[in-house]
């Protein structure tokens, strides 16, 4: 099939380049003339495994074609499929300028029948609105147009695995010749489909979201429980997953989550709540838990060490591991805390950052602050003189760094572990003083 993914950001690069691996003939178009030159130079505009590697050869095949020309674009495939950004509002609400701006450009260039369908995120109603504005600016007649809404559940850092494993492939629309021509887009992959109206299709992604961001504040409030009363939230949650109805998915409790999906779902079901006058009491909740883990943990590190005046060596600022993605990390904020506790230098590992420039902090700093932040690349060096450790991401290289040799040139040896992800025996072993996310097994 001939087929052109509008917007080569993270989902519509991996998905313009995993069809065209799947043998479809892909343009993948961007507006942005300078991203489309570094994908044909072969060069991604962010990180993910095994995603370079498959650019390179399908740029040598000549499989696929990158494209900021959006006449060629649109009158050479006959399916369009939008992968563009739906931020957040400071309401809540998702921003659909470029939604509107990708009709606009269909409308200008359309040149026959075509099916436009909808991967990126977007609220309720959005594809049914999507078909009524392009129905007001096409002839329709002379130039067919089916809308059908199919929403995407890759998870950065596990991109390619998902996209040739797929849970399952929700379609939504009205047209049932439309909905199986898309099944086709996917019929090597033996996935599972569900197909529904765009509501439907619509609110399973924000549901999905929502319901694993709760489920992770869930875990992350018990912890602060079991913390209290002596019980090891990893068997707390390794018992409770072995349960099949609750699964031991997302049952991970640390400082909370982050990243571009969860945070931005949840404002936007609590946006649309609000609209409609009924309350997501659970759900907000489950953000409240989540915003103040930071804090929660903050707090639990003070109450080991006074942070004023110290030096504080931080692990990790993409918000999960094996992504550069910074958006709502956990990791960042954690430092923007730390430096209001008066800490007196903050230094910084994370293996794609290698200058302050690159980080990309939820609030202003100044002067001050930022001086007090120094990116290190070299590990041997980063444990100097630092009063504290704390880990905020999961990066694999982390457990194998010499432990061992950082507690002999620490001020104090202090481990704070947010993820409960390195090995609490082995660290103690070394010499640290161990702390993690309700791990009391350790008192």
């Given at each position: ?28 178009y961007?507006v ?35 494209s ?34 990708v ?19 977007v ?61 086709q ?16 299709a ?22 602060r ?69 930071i ?28 992504t ?7 990791g ?59 880990l905020t ?7 194998t ?10 001020e104090?040896?202090y481990l ?28």
């Amino acid at each position: 099939m001939k087929i052109t993914v509008i917007g080569s950001g993270y989902v519509g690069t991996t998905t313009a380049l995993v069809l065209a691996d799947l043998g479809h003939e892909v343009i993948s178009y961007d507006v942005d003339k300078l991203k489309i030159k570094r994908l044909n130079d072969a060069i991604l505009p962010f990180s993910e495994p095994g995603l370079d590697r498959l650019l390179q050869k399908l740029l040598q095949s000549g499989r696929i074609i990158f494209s900021s020309d959006s006449q060629t674009a649109i009158t050479q495939s006959e399916m369009l499929m939008i992968s563009v950004g739906t931020p957040s509002t400071s309401s809540g609400n998702a921003d659909l300028t470029y939604i509107q701006q990708v009709l606009e450009v269909i409308a200008t260039h359309i040149n026959g029948p075509k099916i436009i369908i909808t991967k990126s995120t977007v609220p309720i109603g959005t594809n049914r609105w999507m078909k009524q504005q392009l129905e007001a600016k096409i002839d329709t007649n002379k130039y067919p147009i089916e809308v059908v809404s199919n929403p995407e559940f890759l998870r950065e850092g596990s991109a390619l695995h998902d996209s040739y494993h797929p849970s399952r492939t929700v379609i939504g629309g009205e047209e049932h010749s439309a909905i199986e021509k898309v099944k086709q887009i996917y019929s090597s992959l033996g996935t599972s489909y569900f197909t529904c109206n765009y509501e439907t299709a619509e609110m399973i992604k924000y549901a999905s979201n929502g319901f694993l961001a709760v489920k992770i504040s869930y875990i992350n409030e018990i912890a602060r429980l079991a913390d209290l009363v002596g019980a090891d939230i990893e068997g707390v949650a390794a018992g409770m997953g072995m349960d099949p109805r609750i699964s031991p998915h997302h049952l991970y409790a640390g400082i909370g989550y982050g990243g571009s999906c969860f945070p931005k779902d949840v404002d936007e079901l609590l946006y649309l709540a609000k609209q409609k006058k009924i309350n997501l009491g659970l759900l907000k909740q489950g953000k409240r838990i989540n915003d103040s883990q930071i804090a929660w943990f903050v707090q639990k590190i003070e109450s080991h060490l006074s942070l004023e005046g110290k030096r504080i060596l931080v692990l990790g600022v993409a918000f999960k591991e094996d992504t550069d993605d910074q958006r709502e990390s956990p990791g960042v904020r954690l430092i923007e805390h730390l430096l209001d506790k008066g800490v007196d230098e903050i230094r910084v590992i994370d293996p794609t950052v290698t200058s302050l420039e690159q980080i990309h902090w939820s609030k202003n700093l100044n002067n001050n602050d930022s001086q007090r932040v120094n990116i290190f690349t070299k590990e041997d060096e980063a444990a100097i003189g630092v009063h504290a450790v704390v880990l905020t991401t999961t990066w694999s290289q982390f457990a194998t760094y010499p432990w061992a040799d950082w507690v002999t040139k620490v001020e104090s040896p202090y481990l704070f572990d947010g993820r409960n992800f390195l090995n609490p025996q082995e660290m103690q072993h070394y010499g640290w003083n161990y702390v993690g996310v309700a791990r009391s097994v350790l008192k």
